[in-house]
């Protein structure tokens, strides 16, 4: 078989502001959710670990850069953080611009594609505090810092990404308590995610109005739904595990619309989601160019309790599969195979739109383990994991996927939230006292790869 990847596929990594930039309280940055939370709660936070620091990029970029450029990157995909260009919301704060700016730029003499993304989970918290995406204020606040955005950058940037996991929020901080407000309320998740969306819509209309050179798109954790078996229960699970958590924001990216089932789900729960017709004409207007799609497991689900489940498990209810190879440190499941399905899925029912990978890696604790003589970590695991998907996501490509990049999560370790330093994704180790950076056995593969365009034999 022919290992080699498209001319100009784009090879890179993904990280976002909040979680590698550090500075969190400087240089004018206003405060975001996160900070808020840590500082109320810092024992929510493993290791008591904040996002002050983080990894230190705001003070290190230009060496990342020319490390980056070492392992072989031709793209990169950061986020700007909201709270630190717009600190009260319509003050653009110039020393924001000048370091983003500048990143931009010596990303570029580097050869390598920024590829900005506007809102990785980092709500400001002066909008937060009143109501965050449940507000629709919240929505024409966004409009304006995109078009600042768009306005301030757009001679650097040619591609653009108006938010990165967007369902994450609704279902951590919706109907869980991984992200503020920590709360389980259906009526609530559909709200914010409804104005989520329309958010994306406005920005991307700012694009459009403002003529801006390039594309702009999304980026979707399109988690697979896979049924316990073959019975109708399981695979009706299966089919709305996929409409809430996958095709709640696809559909409406791609088509301009809800898929039918939504309406379904929505008057059964009693829900009034307060869109107006002329919003969901902006939506229909206003499709990507497009798709960034972040993978890391799937979903397996069962047949809910349809008439005792509490929530949405009348709809579906997890499942475990005997047979998954679980990730230790994370506990997420390893299955390569769904980058395959994702590849599918999009070729055959979402018109074959351009796509690429936009996430993709494993966390590992205790790296250190891993450390040879010469203070390298030996992270086979890493090289296996990332082989085995791209091995998987070529036969897509073989078969008329549509994809142009792979970017692996991520470039350098970097802070999670509430996980912190805990499981390591980065190519590049970080000495938390120290700040240094060091390759790890990985990056070396990854140059390789990128370098060469082609998988190893
Ligand atoms: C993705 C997010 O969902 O997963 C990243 O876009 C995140 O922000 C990554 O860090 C890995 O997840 P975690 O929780 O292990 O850091």
Redesign the pocket.
Known sequence: MNNRFPDHFLWGA?A?GP?LEGAGSKYGKGKTVWDYWFETEPEKFYQQIGPETTSSFYSRYKEDILLMKDIGFNSFRTSISWARLLPDGTTINQEAVTFYRDVFSRLRENGIKPIVNLY??DMPYRLHKKGGWENRETVEEFYRYAKAAFQTFGDLVNTWVTF??PI?PVEMGYLNDKHLPAVYDLERAARAAYFTLLAHGKAVSAFRELANNGEIGIIL?LTPSYPKSDLAEDREAAKWADILFNRSFLDPVVFGKYPVEMTEFLAKETIDVPYTDKELVLLMNNTVDFLGV?Y?QPRRVQAGDKETGAGLDKYFKPYHWPKAKINPH?GWEIYEKGLYDIALNIRDNYRNIPWYVA?N?I?VEGEEAFLDEHGEVQDDYRIHFMADHLRWLQKGMAEGANCFGYHV??FLD?W??L?EYK?R?GLLRLDLATQTRTKKKSAQWFKQVAETNQLPA
């Open positions: 993904a976002s979680q990785h989970f990165n996991e994450v954790n972040n890391y994370r996430e890696g966390g999560w991520t970097n999670s939230w996980n499981n994704y």
